[in-house]
């Protein structure tokens, strides 16, 4: 499946299962979360989000069944991102990541991780760098798909991998007015998903698979908003 919706919380709850089967789960608990709130313990970095386990998952396991362990990876919005120890956890040697937040130089592995300061949309790195480039809940933030996907078709190798989770619902819902982490915030609609398809087919990005659009309830409640979140794969051309 190229594009895949999340269904129901259970498969959130069923994806935190297996991480945690598989010793993968870096995602911050509810309760130490809770407890920095009122300052009933130390404030720290802040892993993950209990909510992304589907698709840390989903992604996990793509890139397991198709990359091999010493190609080199790149995340994108990595400041807190779980994905980054999860390939790194999974044996692979050349993971990278990048965000605009100078706080992630304080990630997990940072020892064995390429973690950079910087704007994914102008990548500090060389064309071809990349056999996969990841991206969890973060292209909905400030989104330009054409600067994306031109950029993804610069530092993907040819056959390399594009795979993004987003915030989603078939039908349009308004988010005017809404800025997080000083960005506008975009709820993907099946139109806008269809948009970006078209750009980043400019781009020699394609799906590698079937389509599915379909959510049959929102799973997600967030800011009086009720939707879901999909995952996506797109192929640059080899």
């Known amino acids: 499946m190229t594009l895949e919706i999340l269904q129901s919380r259970s498969q959130i709850l069923a994806g935190r299962r297996e991480l945690r089967r598989r010793g993968l789960s870096f995602a911050t608990a509810p309760w130490r979360t809770w407890l920095t709130r009122f300052r009933l313990a130390p404030r720290a970095l802040r892993i993950g989000d209990q909510l992304k386990s589907w698709d840390v998952l989903k992604t996990a396991e793509f890139i397991e069944a198709r990359v091999p362990k010493d190609a080199p990876l790149l995340d994108i919005g990595a400041f807190g991102s779980e994905l980054p120890p999860v ?43 990349f056999a ?7 292209i909905e933030h400030g989104f330009d798909g054409a600067t994306l996907a031109r950029e ?62 379909d959510a049959p309830s929102p799973a997600i409640f967030y800011a009086e908003r009720r939707y879901t979140f999909a995952w996506l794969v797109l192929q640059r051309a080899g």
């Not at 130089?105 to 910087?118: K, L, N, Q, S, T």
């Not at 996969?132 to 973060?138: E, G, K, L, P, W």
């Not at 997080?180 to 915030?185: E, K």
């Open 87 to 129: 390939l790194h956890r999974l044996g692979y040697t050349r993971v990278s990541a990048i965000d605009l937040n100078p706080g992630i130089a304080a990630m997990p592995f940072a020892d064995a991780i390429d973690y950079r300061v910087g704007n994914f949309l102008r990548a500090p790195y060389a064309d071809g760098s």
């Open 132 to 138: 996969a480039v990841t991206s969890i809940s973060v």
């Open 152 to 213: 993804l078709q610069r530092v993907l190798r040819p056959g390399g991998y594009f795979i993004a989770s987003f915030d989603y619902w078939p039908d349009k819902i308004s988010t005017a007015g809404i800025r997080m982490f000083d960005m506008s915030w975009t709820i993907f609609s099946r139109d806008d998903v269809a948009q970006f398809l078209r750009v980043a087919a400019a781009h020699g990005l394609t799906p590698c698979g079937p389509l599915q659009f």
